[in-house]
């Protein structure tokens, strides 16, 4: 049965909005002041490309908030399919996330994350108050862009990855 | 061969960092002095679900665009599979792009498209200029869920569903 309501909807009715719609994976890392921080994002989007933006959101909840509130520059990787149990690390709580991850750190800190070949180092130009998150825009200034990707996709509360044959053709 | 750059990216390291990011596909709508006006976007994501509030940016290339930046409301359709012939109606140009679509206003004239199960109407709350786009920030305020969603995923340019034995486990 649809749902429908009227008013402003009900957080229920965001989440099955939202279930379905498939999002690619990143993991959003950043220096803070107890060591790195990051966590598995599926808000990450694009802006606008010429000047580089991007875009992305993090709830007040989430335990790397307190870092991201200040940080000025984030490190932000682009998972493929080969990278799901990293995004799964970088999802779950009450872990050290960085326990057994390579990384380096990037100029002024952000870790960088060694076995994600595609990721960019973004300085963050805006910070807006939305509901129980922020969005953050940043402005990438270095890039690696990786071959053969064959993306992570987040959907209905599962990973996916775009199998052979997926691509659609009109009819 | 990985690309770096220093700088802040250029435009062409910029589209090769999202071409292989997935997203879902939605048709976003408004009412405009002229009659209504609707694009296809790949940035709509989820930033809070209590309460509910969503983002999704437009280029000001875009024909909506001049609708979009005073419009206080919107109507997000969210695409399935089934729904890409509309899907790419709407990312068409110099056509009309409600020509043959069925729709039907909203309280306040935005068009909600009839053939797609799946949207919310949503108050714009914000917008935050941010290279050649403008991130609107928008409060869903109605929605409908459809069932047994199929998704259309936008990947490498092109249009995808996800089929089936997509989804991943860890090794």
Same mark, same amino acid.
């Given at each position: 049965m649809p749902t429908t309501t009227l *008013?402003?909807?009900d957080a229920a009715t965001f989440k099955a909005l939202f279930r379905h719609y498939p999002n690619g994976v990143a993991i959003i890392t950043a220096a803070g002041a107890a060591g790195p921080v990051g966590f598995t994002a599926t808000s990450v989007a694009s802006v606008s490309a010429d000047p580089a933006v991007l875009a992305f959101s993090v709830t007040h909840? *989430?335990? *790397?908030w307190p870092t991201l509130r200040e940080a000025e520059a984030v490190a932000i990787h682009f998972l493929d399919a080969e990278h799901l149990d990293l995004g799964r690390t970088f999802a *779950?709580? %009450?872990? @050290?996330?960085? @326990? %057994?991850a390579r990384w380096r750190p990037l100029?002024?800190?952000?870790?960088? +994350? +060694? @076995?994600?070949?595609t990721w960019t180092h973004a300085r963050v130009l805006e910070r807006v108050e939305a509901g129980g998150s922020t969005v953050l825009l940043a402005q990438p200034i270095a890039a690696e862009v990786g071959t053969d990707r064959t993306p992570l996709v987040y959907h209905d509360r599962t990973f996916h990855q775009l199998g052979e044959g997926s691509t659609l053709r009109s009819a």
């Open positions: *008013a402003p909807i909840q *989430a335990s *790397a *779950a709580r %009450g872990i @050290d996330r960085f @326990d %057994g100029p002024g800190g952000a870790p960088r +994350l +060694l @076995d994600v070949p």
